[in-house]
T-cell receptor, first 111, second 114 residues
């Protein structure tokens, strides 16, 4: 039982490049989330999903897109990376209204 | 709106000292409250939770009581160990258009010296 896994662990992008972060969970959770963590700001919700094929915006959605084609996977895309998107990205999953289970994070640097 | 305020760190203690990390919240309704811990280089792990007023969450020697009258959820441990060094996040559950999300405080760094 791997829980929540994220790919890749580290990535360096140049401004304007695109990339996709992959999150997978094996707990059959309905809800999945993407957060970003920045120093002194805690975690902020980017997008979330309440089920396969359903996504919604969080607090800081601009510059990101998501897709949930399969229940166990939640993808976060950056179409044109900017230095302001340098951050640590965490995926999480939960049952309806339950505690969140987090992945190990992806450290992204945009130069 | 919904928000969580934690005491600023870092908090530096000697081994076996008593720990308190303050957390207060602002919320509509009666949210569930959580403490998460993040060890270096890792994701967040649920430490404990409380779902209604006067509930006490506890785990690994840590405790926190949901105080509705003071809108607080302070984290305590009677005797800290070096292995407790980590970042601690207080969070509340907030209702969204679909489902719930967690609103996090900024985090408090705890350093325990031997």
């Amino acid at each position: 039982n791997a829980g929540v896994t994220q790919t890749p662990k580290f990535r360096v992008l140049k401004t304007g490049q695109s990339m996709t972060l992959l999150c997978a969970q094996d707990m059959n959770h309905e809800y999945m989330y993407w957060y970003r963590q920045d120093p002194g700001m805690g975690l902020r919700l980017i997008h979330y999903s309440v089920g396969e094929g359903t996504t919604a915006k969080g607090e800081v959605p601009d510059g990101y897109n998501v897709s949930r084609l399969k229940k166990q996977n939640f993808l976060l895309g950056l179409e044109s990376a900017a230095p302001s998107q340098t951050s640590v990205y965490f995926c999480a999953s939960s049952r309806r209204a339950g505690a969140l289970y987090f992945g190990p994070g992806t450290r992204l640097t945009v130069t | 709106g919904n928000s969580v305020t934690q005491m600023e760190g870092p908090v530096t203690l000697s081994e076996e000292a008593f720990l308190t990390i303050n957390c207060t919240y602002t919320a509509t309704g009666y949210p569930s409250l959580f403490w998460y811990v993040q060890y270096p280089g890792e994701g967040l792990q649920l430490l404990l939770k409380a779902t209604k007023a006067d509930d006490k969450g506890s785990n690994k020697g840590f405790e926190a009581t949901y105080r509705k009258e003071t809108t607080s959820f302070h984290l305590e441990k009677g005797s800290v160990q070096v292995s407790d060094s980590a970042v601690y996040f207080c969070a509340l559950s907030a209702h969204m258009e679909y489902g719930n999300k967690l609103v996090f405080g900024a985090g408090t760094i705890l350093r325990v010296k031997s």
